[in-house]
């Protein structure tokens, strides 16, 4: 049992917590057993190294019976170890060292998507893994980080994708321009989610949503730029009909996303 929090090998998988210790490495770190579970269940093969107390595993003996079907070694901390090498005040249990895994866009294109998401910028690591989260819980194809979004592998992101990011394929450091190129060439229409743009409602009126989409997600506070907006087929806004004075990013993104999962079954079965 790993029972001092300053020890180097402890050290090491702390620092995971750094986006420059991640890029030196092309690892990252896992927390909580929600997320541990979906590692092993889905991409067991990048799981490097996985620590759990005991307590945990006792609570959790599912963890420990698909930890071993998958040929994993879990290895036993004690409570100050965990703390220690977590990102979070409050680990509940479980910290896993995972190889980054991101899909090159070439093959998110070539697997003939009918749903993508695609993050311009979107800098909040709570936005960006709850968008990933959507995504999936959506049935979309893909998802893929342009520009200077946030890093994929940023512990908050991963744990507001609660999992889902073993699910879904998802690149990482893509330029927009090549991106929606490559979205058009493979028949996909592309709309910008903006402020300016048509109500979702009279688009999805129009049939527009149940073609194969490519859906484009801007910054948080600046949205996406007039030249950014030109790329896109169309602009379309979530409308508002209460007070709020605004959307958040991660929940307009999720009913863009879904409206379009609705349309493509619709069109499905009809």
Request: with cysteine.
């Amino acid at each position: 049992m790993l029972e001092n929090p300053r020890s180097p090998r402890v050290r090491a998988v702390a620092r995971l917590a750094n986006k420059s210790e991640r890029a030196d490495t092309g690892q990252f770190l896992l927390e909580g057993p929600q997320a541990v579970s979906e590692a092993i269940r889905f991409r067991p093969q990048v799981i490097v190294e996985l620590f759990a107390t005991p307590t945990a595993l006792e609570r959790h003996a599912d963890i420990g019976a698909a930890a071993a079907d998958a040929d994993l070694e879990v290895e036993f901390v004690n409570e100050s170890v965990l703390e220690a090498m977590a990102d979070t005040v409050t680990p509940q249990g479980f910290v896993a060292v995972c190889r980054q895994f991101p899909t090159a866009v070439k093959d998110i294109f070539a697997s003939s998507p009918k749903l993508i998401a695609i993050l311009e910028e979107v800098r909040d690591p709570g936005n960006a893994g709850t968008i990933v989260r959507a995504a999936d819980a959506a049935g979309a194809d893909a998802v893929i980080f342009t520009g200077r979004a946030v890093d994929l592998y940023n512990p908050k992101v991963v744990r507001s994708s609660t999992g889902s990011i073993f699910h879904v394929p998802v690149a990482v450091g893509a330029e927009l321009a090549d991106v929606l190129e490559r979205a058009r060439t493979t028949g996909l229409i592309v709309l910008a989610a903006d402020v300016k743009g048509d109500d979702l409602l009279a688009v999805r009126d129009e049939g527009v949503l149940a073609a194969p989409t490519a859906w484009l997600f801007g910054n948080e506070a600046r949205g996406l730029p007039d030249e950014q907006l030109a790329l896109a087929d169309r602009a379309v806004t979530v409308p508002i009909y209460g007070h709020a004075e605004s959307m958040n990013l991660a929940t307009a993104a999720s009913v863009c996303l879904y409206e379009s999962a609705f349309a493509h079954r619709s069109a499905h079965h009809s």
